[in-house]
Structures are given as structure tokens and as C-alpha cells.
């Protein structure tokens, strides 16, 4: 078709790999992999033979006419500078999770959006699943009532030493930023804050290098308020086993739970705060029933993101995942690691500049010695969202 998007995908790590090999299996309809670019020659040497254009450097790639647009897989700090350095070269961006390390840089990421005929969209892939477009159905229309507290205990991250010193830039300040927030959560604080809004307050303990050998923090908990009294917590680590996926919404109409890609609605038969007012019995309960809410599947994750990606280029659909929705989940993984370094409750909204002193001051003093083996991790698909 003469409208086909001709795709140039920036990092062939275990991420971009799978997104250039989908696209060249025909996985997204009007888009074209036309050019891969990542500093390891191997790595854009076994596209050649596919027809794609090979690129060492990001510059050669962006000046070359050879794309209209780029995906952006690289280790996260790259985020900012070739998300700008794309726009400003008139090209169409998706940018992979977290869209920046910190609220700093997501600021000065999406002030480069000048242009709006530029679609500038990120990688909220778990936005496509039908269960958590469910909840957001159900909490926006009101089915739920009143929300009084959230709990989200995410610790199905499991991390052996390899995967650490699988690469240099893994769980150090310098290389990533942060650790268990800016790699493996950053999807589920997205659903978060789209799901829940922000909160006007947290505080956390993050514990740095409490399981493996590294700088960054690998177990975090976090208590969040809001302005409505409802309260959060967010506990993630990538040193349990076996770890769940839980995420629990108390409401005035009952106890929502989802894991394991089940929703339960334990739903009460009157909402609690007006049973609590009218019972004349001192131990009594609201009555409930158990209701399964039937959904099948966890959408269509990446694939689906760059779809929609490709529609909003052609004029043919509204972009679903805008980049600048981006910047709340970035927000909320700083906001947890501030207050946990700093041992003391946080106010919204985050001052980024405040926040990237205290970045920058960590990455300058560390003296922390990174091991690096040459090994090869696999990313387990069947996660989805993992990284």
C-alpha cells in the first residue's frame, strides 16, 4: 500500500528484537520494518538479509529518509535524548516504558513535541488488556461506588544474579536509574495512576540491594493518600519466590480482587458505609455474593500499541497511548524512591528538579563496581510486560 509506514526501530536488545521480528512476520498490518539500528554490529548484521537497512548510528538513521517513523527500545536514559533528536527530525515516535528515568526529563521530552502532526506515542502495552480496561469501565461508571483503599503486591518479578550482570547498564543509578521501579513496574504504576488517579502524598521504604548485588532498590513499599481519603500500597521486589500478582480495590460495594487473570467481585448486597449506619446488630456484615466477571485473553499488548501507532499515522483512528500520559508513572516510581532515601513522607506534585539533584548526586558518588558476564537473557513473552 502506498501509505505504509516505514518503521525504523532504534535497540535490538530483548525488546526490540521481538518488535522488529513481529513486525517483519506481518503482526501489524501497514507497517513496514525498514531500518534497525543498535551499536552491536551482530545485531543489525541478521537483519541485512531480511531487507531492513542496518544502522550503527542513531544520526546516520534519522537523516536518512529511509523511515517515517521510529520505536525507541534502547536502556532507558536513551529515552529522552533520541525521543527529541527523533521529533526534531519531523518523525513519528513510540517510545518504549518507562518514556523517561525521571520527571525531569520526561518534561523536557514532551516539550519537543512541537510539532502535533507528529504521533508521539508510548508503550502502554497492559492498557490493551481487557481486564484492566474492565475496571477502568467499572470504577469510571460508578458500579463500584466509593474506592477506600487499593492494594497492589506485585513481587512476580523474580530476578536471578545473571540477569543482573547480564548487562552494564542493569540496576545502577547510572545506567537505569533505579531498579524494581523503572524496570519492572513501570506498567503496573501506569495502570495505577490511569486506573486510580494520583495521590497527594507518599511513604516508602525502598530497600537498595537488599537481595542481590546491586546499587539500585530491589524491594520497595510504598503508602499512598489521596485527596478523597482513600489509601494505597504498592509493594514490588525482585527477590521473592514464589511472587504473586495481586491487585485488591476495596469499595463501598465490596472487595474486587484480580490475579491470576481472574476478576472476583466479592459484591455486597448494600454498600458498607450506609449498612454501617443502618444495622442495629453490633457483629453484623452486609450480605455478599461471589461474582466472576467473565473476560477471556490479555489483549493485544504490544502488538496492539503498535497498531493503534500506525492507524493514528494514517488518520485513520485517535492515538490510545499518547507518550504524555507517560509522565505519571515516572512521577509515581520517583516519588517512592524519593521518600524512600530520604525516609520521610513526599507531597504531590514532585518537584523535578529537586528530584535530579538527588539522581544525579547518587550516580556521582557511587562507587559501586558493577560486575558485567557476556550472557544472553531471554525475555518470556508469555509475560507480555516484562522486561
Not at 43 to 69: I, N, Q, Y
Not at 91 to 108: N, Y
Request: glycine share 10%; hydrophobic share 40%.
Amino acid at each position: 500500500m502506498d501509505n505504509e509506514v516505514r518503521l525504523g526501530i532504534i535497540g535490538l536488545g530483548n525488546m526490540g528484537n521481538y518488535y522488529a521480528r513481529s513486525i517483519l512476520e506481518g503482526e501489524v498490518p501497514g507497517l513496514q520494518l525498514r531500518a534497525v539500528c543498535d551499536m552491536d554490529e551482530s545485531r543489525v548484521a541478521s537483519f541485512e538479509k531480511e531487507g531492513v537497512t542496518p544502522f550503527t548510528g542513531t544520526d546516520e538513521l534519522l537523516k536518512s529518509g529511509a523511515v517515517d517513523a521510529v520505536q525507541i527500545a534502547t536502556p532507558h536514559y536513551f529515552h529522552t535524548t533520541l525521543g527529541i533528536a527523533a521529533l526534531e527530525a519531523g518523525l513519528h515516535v513510540l517510545v518504549d516504558k518507562p518514556i523517561s528515568v525521571h520527571k525531569a526529563d520526561c518534561e523536557r521530552l514532551i516539550a519537543a513535541h512541537t510539532n502535533k502532526d507528529l504521533v508521539f506515542a508510548g508503550m502502554f502495552n497492559l492498557r490493551t488488556d481487557p481486564h484492566f480496561l474492565k475496571l477502568k469501565s467499572l470504577i469510571e461508571s460508578g458500579e463500584f461506588g466509593r474506592i477506600n483503599r487499593v492494594q497492589w503486591t506485585v513481587t512476580d518479578w523474580f530476578r536471578s544474579d545473571i540477569y543482573y550482570v547480564s548487562g552494564g547498564w542493569r540496576a545502577t543509578w547510572k545506567g537505569e536509574g533505579g531498579g524494581v521501579l523503572i524496570n519492572q513496574c513501570p506498567h503496573q504504576l501506569d495502570l495505577w495512576q490511569w486506573l486510580f488517579g494520583m495521590p497527594t502524598e507518599i511513604y516508602a521504604q525502598c530497600d537498595l540491594g537488599r537481595f542481590h548485588e546491586i546499587e539500585v532498590e530491589d524491594a520497595v513499599t510504598a503508602l499512598m493518600r489521596y485527596e478523597d481519603g482513600m489509601t494505597g500500597v504498592f509493594i514490588s521486589t525482585t527477590g521473592e519466590a514464589p511472587g504473586v500478582n495481586r491487585l485488591e480495590i476495596a469499595t463501598e460495594r465490596g472487595l474486587v480482587l484480580y490475579e491470576n487473570n481472574l476478576i472476583r467481585w466479592r459484591r455486597n448486597e448494600t454498600e458498607s458505609s450506609a449498612f454501617c449506619k443502618e444495622s442495629t446488630q453490633g457483629f453484623a456484615k452486609p450480605d455478599s455474593w461471589e461474582v466472576e466477571i467473565p473476560i477471556e485473553g490479555n489483549g493485544e499488548q504490544h502488538i496492539g500499541v503498535f497498531k493503534n501507532f500506525v492507524a493514528a499515522i494514517r488518520g485513520e483512528a485517535n492515538l490510545l497511548y499518547p507518550a504524555q500520559e507517560g509522565v505519571g508513572s515516572v512521577e509515581l516510581a520517583n516519588l517512592i524512591l524519593f521518600s524512600g532515601i530520604k525516609k520521610q513522607p513526599v507531597s504531590l506534585p514532585l518537584d523535578s528538579a529537586e528530584y535530579e539533584i538527588l539522581l544525579n548526586k547518587l550516580i556521582s558518588e557511587s562507587t559501586f563496581e558493577k560486575k558485567v558476564v557476556e550472557t544472553k537473557v531471554e525475555t518470556d513473552m508469555s509475560a507480555s510486560f516484562q522486561k
